[in-house]
């Protein structure tokens, strides 16, 4: 029964890109400084989209910033790299992220 439910959920995961990232974003530890639709250390998500709408390079910033960190887009308080985010999954969670309304 166990089993099951672990392969059910697998499923929906892979099923639901919105889950699967947000999922993912737990996973890395990324949810202990951003939420989805509000400031926590760093900035919500959605303010994150927003303010990267339309820019052409914005998927390279991004990941750039979440593999090697970065410094005074958002004031003071920078934001360290994320050692464990190899770059496929950035570039996952910065797709989810300039995904979100």
């Known amino acids: 029964m166990k089993a099951a439910l672990i392969a059910m959920t697998l499923a929906f995961a892979a099923s639901s890109p919105a889950f699967a990232n947000e999922a993912l974003a737990k996973s890395k530890n990324c949810m202990a400084c951003h939420s989805v639709d509000k400031k926590v250390v760093g900035p919500a998500y959605k303010d994150v989209a927003k303010k990267f709408a339309g820019q052409k390079d914005a998927e390279a910033q991004l990941i750039k910033a979440v593999l090697k960190g970065s410094s005074?887009?958002?004031?003071?308080?920078?934001?360290?790299?994320?050692?464990?985010?190899?770059?496929?999954e950035a570039k996952q969670l910065v797709d989810w992220i300039l995904s979100l309304k």
């Open 72 to 88: 005074g887009v958002w004031g003071p308080i920078p934001m360290p790299a994320n050692a464990n985010v190899n770059e496929a």
